[in-house]
């Protein structure tokens, strides 16, 4: 077979997509739009500069191009409904319809979804007044999270340890213009990411990972989409996968049924395994993690396309068992000075062309090639990927891989998995 796929976005995850199906030995070509600096260089891959929400142009490249399928990197178009468009135009997607994108795209809606399902969860309030939210935040008092409703990248929850960082938080983020906040109760224990894929009938998880979302080592500063993921998570064990396929994935896929939602795509659950052994969903993202897809793919054998394609054609349940190379996968990312706040671009990447196959993989984010030369262009700019029979390998060649690469004010954390 010579499938020819639409990968849409333009981070890490989108180049560890495009990396992924490459590797199959169906795929011919993978078209990225738009693409950044890495998916430019990687073989029978190439860029569009066709922005994500722009549906009509995208939907004009895929019929010239004759692509057999198209999965969605990004939350913002599967919630802006560029799953609908696809199907009304008889194009096969792999990513969810608007209303299905709302499990990410509303924090509110998302936790009466959970608590119509009867899924474990925080408590929870929402809130379109400030009065009222500060009124529930002296009654609760903290440590508690508040969660802006809507899409944030990865910045829109806050956790705070003291009440005055709380009304901060709710006066802040009502400032920056979100309607609604969800402020639910603090959850103690330790996190995992678990992530299925489904099509709508039927589910399969893919390994566990862990994130980190702080800026700082050492878990501290403030949250930012993710600064490194290690994968397989050690704190998942038979015993607790049981447990979330039977209290969040399959009540999760039931509900969805019940309210109509064709859901084809990612489930990506972060969950809170809490210290009693019960696991409660923290959150629901529409689409493949950043970076834990950088985490996940390389320690995959079967061929990703055929596993999109078995969601897409609804025939998941017939799909034998997914494969997996034995070790472990550590991914770090190097982030611009400044980030998650200001940050500058434009800056000279150094160093990976000259990297050898026992180097770690680095899948490519905010950069952009210009005139041959690779720059910064994002504030996550790099993911790189150590692979190894255990984590003290994989962080062992990724660490030495970082310390060969260098753009101005390049920045990563030395604790990444650290713990393992």
């Known amino acids: 077979m010579n499938r020819k796929i639409l990968v849409i976005g333009n981070g890490g995850r989108e180049h560890a997509l495009a990396w992924s199906f490459l590797n199959s030995p169906s795929v011919e ?10 998916t430019a260089n990687l073989p029978r891959c190439q860029n569009r500069s066709i922005a994500v929400d722009d549906f009509a142009a995208l939907t004009n490249l895929i019929k010239e191009e004759n692509l057999d399928f198209v999965v969605v990197g990004p939350e913002v178009p599967l919630s802006l409904g560029i799953a609908d468009h696809f199907r009304s135009c008889g ?13 990410e795209s509303s924090k509110a809606w998302a936790k009466e979804f959970f608590q119509s399902a009867n899924i474990p969860t925080a408590d929870s309030a929402t809130f379109e007044d400030l009065q009222l939210a500060q009124a529930y935040l002296k009654e609760k008092g903290a440590p508690i999270v508040i969660k802006a409703d809507g899409l944030s990248a990865g910045k829109g929850v806050v956790v705070a340890m003291n009440l005055q960082e709380a009304q901060s938080a709710i006066e ?9 906040l969800v402020i639910e109760e603090y959850l103690v224990g330790e996190e995992v ?17 862990q994130d980190h979302k702080r800026i700082g080592e050492g878990n501290t500063g403030p949250n930012t989409g993710g600064m490194g993921a290690y994968c397989p998570a050690a704190i998942l064990t038979p015993e607790l996968e049981a447990q979330v396929k039977q209290k969040i994935f399959i ?15 990612v489930l990506y ?7 009693d052994g019960i ?25 990703l396309d055929e596993l999109i394609l078995a969601c897409i054609m609804k025939n998941l349940q017939n799909f034998p068992e997914f494969q997996w190379h034995q070790g472990s996968c550590v991914c770090v990312i190097a982030a611009s000075n400044g980030y998650p706040g200001n940050y500058s671009k434009g800056k000279l990447i150094k160093g990976i062309n000259s990297l050898s196959d026992a180097d770690a993989l680095v899948f490519q984010a905010g950069t952009v090639l210009k005139d041959k030369d690779l720059l910064t262009d994002g504030g996550r700019v790099l993911g790189v990927t150590g692979i190894g029979e255990d984590f003290l390998a994989a962080r062992k060649q990724a660490y030495s891989t970082l310390e060969k690469i260098s753009f101005e004010g390049m920045y990563y954390r030395r604790d990444i998995a650290i713990k393992k």
């Open 172 to 180: 802040d983020l009502f400032a920056q213009g979100h309607k609604k």
């Open 251 to 265: 009540p999760t896929l039931a509900e969805l049924k019940k309210r109509n939602i064709d859901y084809c795509g």
């Open 269 to 275: 659950a972060g969950l809170m395994v809490c210290p």
């Open 91 to 103: 194009i096969p997607v792999f990513g969810p319809i608007q209303q299905g994108a709302q499990i």
């Open 29 to 38: 070509l993978v078209i990225c739009a738009p693409g950044n600096g890495g």
């Open 279 to 303: 696991v409660k969903i923290l959150e629901f993202n529409c689409r493949f993690g950043d970076p834990e897809t950088q985490a996940i793919l390389p320690l995959l054998k079967t061929p």
């Open 193 to 209: 990411s678990v992530l299925a894929l489904t099509d709508g009938d039927d589910f399969r998880l893919l390994l566990s990972a």
